[in-house]
Structures are given as structure tokens and as C-alpha cells.
């Protein structure tokens, strides 16, 4: 069974709205990742969060983690057709490779 | 800062060719991981390598092999591929067992 799991698996939304994606998981993590892709392109770093942390800011970018909960939200301000892409959680279990969720695809119609 | 580097970033095959991809980790990092991402599909873990030894397997059929050298590098060697094989074939690296950090990714075509 997948470690991460995104919901919702496609989300649309107006220019300069905001976007929230959320990510289950399943297992104890040493942290947890959040990427963004370009339709077949690479993967995009966005944000990693430790497990000791609870919210963390970049830019447009809020990531929150609840540990008990095993579940982290992106939320994305403002939002701009630029920033249409599918994005991913990937949970780092404690000593072994990240695991990616299925993904969300969010849509932002100008 | 120095980055993940795949190479080649572009690969076009034909059926039952062979196709090798190259990943250089980041400087002093001594894991590297591979996955594949099939078209609309989460990337999937493959295989990984710690101090040039396997470290962990995934879904990684037996026509592909991996290996990392003295230098940490690490080559994916895929055999007799199949049409099913095409997809994106990333590289991470880490320090130990945390933080992966990607590379940009090898797209492999198979016609």
C-alpha cells in the first residue's frame, strides 16, 4: 500500500485564488517533501518539512505537518496560472527511501 | 551548490535494445536512488545503493540492473526494453538514508 496518498487528485481553480492539497501518510517519517511537475518534466523541489516541525513558509508556499494526525497540507497564495502542475508528496519513513504519493493536479484558469 | 546530474537527459530506444543511464550524486553524498515515473504515474522506486552497496529493492524488473562505482556514481542498465519501459527515470542522492535530493531526470522513448 502507497505511504503517501494526496487528496484531492485534481483540483481547479480561478487566477488568485488559493489551493490547498493535502497528503496522508501512513508510517512514522523522518520528514516530508513537497514537489511540483510540469507536465513530463522534472521534479521540482518545493519544500521539505522535518518531523519536529509544524509549519513552514516559502514564498506563495505554506506546508503545515501534523505528526499525530500523520497528515501535511500545501497551501499555495495567490494563486497564478504558472504555477499549474501536478504536485507530490514524498514522506521520508524513518531510514529508508521516499515514497511518493499519487499526486494532485491543480489547474489554474486565468 | 552542485546539483544531481543524469545523463543523458534524452533517450530514444528500440525494442530489445539496451539503454544505460548515468547519475553522478551530489558531492559527498553516498546513497543514490532511482525511480521510474510512467506517464501520468507517481514516480516509483526502483532500487537504491549505500557505500556502492544495494541498500534496498523495489519494483525493479530483472531486465534492469544498477550499480554504483568507486566514485559513487551510479549506472541503470536496462535490457531487451520493452515499449512499457518508457518513462522518466530519476536519480536522487543523499547523505545516509535522509533528504533525498532528485535530478533532473532521464527520459527514456522506446519505439
Known amino acids: 500500500s502507497q505511504q503517501g496518498e494526496e487528496d484531492p487528485q485534481a483540483l481547479s481553480i480561478q487566477e488568485g485564488e488559493n489551493a490547498t492539497m493535502n497528503c496522508s501518510y501512513k508510517t512514522s517519517i523522518n520528514n516530508l517533501q513537497w514537489y511540483r511537475q510540469n507536465s513530463g518534466r522534472g521534479l521540482v523541489h518545493l519544500i521539505l518539512i522535518r518531523s519536529n516541525e509544524r509549519e513552514k513558509h516559502s514564498g506563495r508556499l505554506r506546508v503545515t505537518l501534523d505528526t499525530s494526525k500523520k497528515s501535511s497540507s500545501l497551501l499555495i497564495t495567490a494563486s497564478r496560472a504558472a504555477d499549474t502542475a501536478s504536485y507530490f508528496c514524498a514522506t521520508a519513513p524513518l531510514y529508508d527511501k521516499v515514497i511518493f504519493g499519487p499526486g494532485t493536479s491543480l489547474s489554474v484558469i486565468p | 551548490a552542485a546539483g544531481v546530474i543524469q545523463s543523458p537527459r534524452h533517450l530514444i530506444k528500440e525494442k530489445r535494445e539496451t539503454a544505460t543511464l548515468k547519475c553522478y550524486p551530489i558531492?559527498?553524498?553516498?546513497?543514490v536512488y532511482w525511480y521510474q515515473q510512467g506517464p501520468g504515474q507517481d514516480p516509483q522506486f526502483l532500487i537504491s545503493f549505500y557505500e556502492k552497496m544495494q541498500s534496498d529493492k523495489g519494483s525493479i524488473p530483472d531486465r534492469f540492473s544498477a550499480q554504483q562505482f568507486s566514485d559513487y556514481h551510479s549506472e541503470l542498465n536496462m535490457s531487451s526494453l520493452e515499449l512499457g519501459d518508457s518513462a522518466l527515470y530519476f536519480c536522487?542522492?543523499?547523505?545516509?538514508?535522509?533528504?533525498?535530493?532528485f535530478g533532473p531526470g532521464t527520459r527514456l522513448t522506446v519505439t
Open positions: 558531492p559527498r553524498h553516498d546513497t
Open positions: 536522487a542522492s543523499g547523505q545516509g538514508r535522509y533528504e533525498q535530493y
